[in-house]
Structures are given as C-alpha cells and as structure tokens.
Antibody, heavy 116, light 107 residues
Framework: QVQLVESGGGLAKPGGSLRLSCAGSGFIFGDYYMSWIRQAPGKGLEWLSYISHTGTTTYYADSVMGRFTISRDNANNLLYLQMDSLRVEDTAVYYCARDQAGAAYWGQGTLVTVSS | DIQVTQSPPSLSASLGDRVTITCRAS??????LNWYQQKPGKAPKLLIH???KLQGGVPSRFTGSGSGTDFTLTITSLQPEDSATYYC?????????FGQGTKLQIK
C-alpha cells in the first residue's frame, strides 16, 4: 500500500535551517509529482511547493520562494524540503503528498517549530 | 494567484441532516476543484476530485458539484463520523490554493 513518512521536523531558531525528508513506498516513486503542504497550529492548509517526477520542474508559493528548496532522490524514493532563513511564522505541521494537487496520499506530517 | 473563498467557516447540524459547503474561485478553474476532510491530528483525506468525482472508498452521501467559479460539497444523511473540517482546493493553476476551511459539528 502507498505510504509516505516525513521526518526531520523539530525546533529551529529564527534565521536557522532544517531539512525535511519524506520516504515513499508502495508505488513507483519516480512516476509521480510530489508536493509539500503545511498547516500552522489551529489554522488551515497552505500549499507550498511541487516537484516534477524527474525533478526538473519545481514551483513555490510566494511565502517560501527563495527560502525553501524542494528536491528528490528517485533512486532512494525520497523527497526533501530544505528550509532556510526560517521565520516564526513557518511554525507548522509539514505534510508531503503524492501529486501536485488533488492528492489522495499524504504523510502523517512532521512538526516544525521556529522559536528563539 | 487564484483565491478560493469557502463558506461558511463553521456549521452545526444534526444526525441525518443535509448540509452544503460552498467554494468560490476568483476566476474560472473549469472543474479543477477538490474537497478534503480533515479530523484533528490527522492528515487531510481526499473526498472528491475534479469537482464531482468521488474518491474510492468515500461514502456516496458525499456529493460535489459545480464548474467555473462556484462549487458545492453536499453531505446528506449526516453521520457522527462526518464531524471534521472540510477544505476545498483548486488544482487549475499553481499555487494550488486551499479554501479557509469549514468546521462541521454534529449536534
């Protein structure tokens, strides 16, 4: 069955960095676009970024453009989100999902807390 | 960017009732509208994609309709397990924006 498992969340200071990972299994990882979505505590969903199946095309929401970088390693079925210049408002649960939108498969989420 | 406005922000209904949640896009998105259900502490679950196609395993009491800019999610014969927050998302053009969410409480 399709599984997505995020890791790498934790506490970071404002201006700091974190790298999130998402391990996919149960499907041919390299055949699918992948995306990241986040949800601040008590708030709604915010779509952040997608990457094409080959990794050659990426897209970012304005809120993270220039600070976050999405990438993938198809040989090891891994999706990444490198988060730099973190801000307090980046505090959220971060989800990876299969496909750009209309995603039927999501990970369980990993919590990122940005605080001094 | 396409804005998606969802209403109402919350609603309360009784078991067996029929409820409707609406989503309006700031420009035409054809039928590229998805609906999700999210329960506390869980990832969202896709209910309906491309406006009206029910995802596998989703009960038929969930119905989506609309095209262009106006869309609805209708839930008939409300069940206790339908208590959740519902989100719409446009998948017409990136960034694939979500609505603000509708929290449904079952009385």
């Amino acid at each position: 069955q399709v599984q997505l498992v995020e890791s790498g969340g934790g506490l970071a200071k404002p201006g700091g960095s974190l790298r999130l990972s998402c391990a996919g299994s149960g499907f041919i990882f390299g055949d699918y676009y992948m995306s990241w979505i986040r949800q601040a505590p008590g708030k709604g969903l915010e779509w952040l970024s997608y990457i094409s199946h080959t990794g050659t095309t990426t897209y970012y929401a304005d809120s993270v453009m220039g600070r976050f970088t999405i990438s993938r390693d198809n040989a090891n079925n891994l999706l990444y989100l490198q988060m730099d210049s973190l801000r307090v408002e980046d505090t959220a649960v971060y989800y990876c999902a299969r496909d750009q939108a209309g995603a039927a498969y999501w990970g369980q989420g990993t919590l990122v807390t940005v605080s001094s | 960017d396409i804005q998606v406005t969802q209403s109402p922000p919350s609603l309360s209904a009784s078991l067996g009732d029929r409820v409707t949640i609406t989503c309006r896009a700031s420009e035409s998105i054809n039928n590229y509208l998805n609906w999700y259900q999210q329960k506390p502490g869980k990832a969202p679950k896709l209910l309906i994609h491309v406006a009206s196609k029910l995802q596998g395993g989703v009960p038929s009491r969930f119905t989506g309709s609309g095209s262009g800019t106006d869309f609805t999610l209708t839930i008939t014969s409300l069940q206790p397990e339908d208590s959740a927050t519902y989100y719409c998302q446009q998948s017409y053009s990136a960034p694939y924006t979500f609505g603000q969410g509708t929290k449904l409480q079952i009385k």
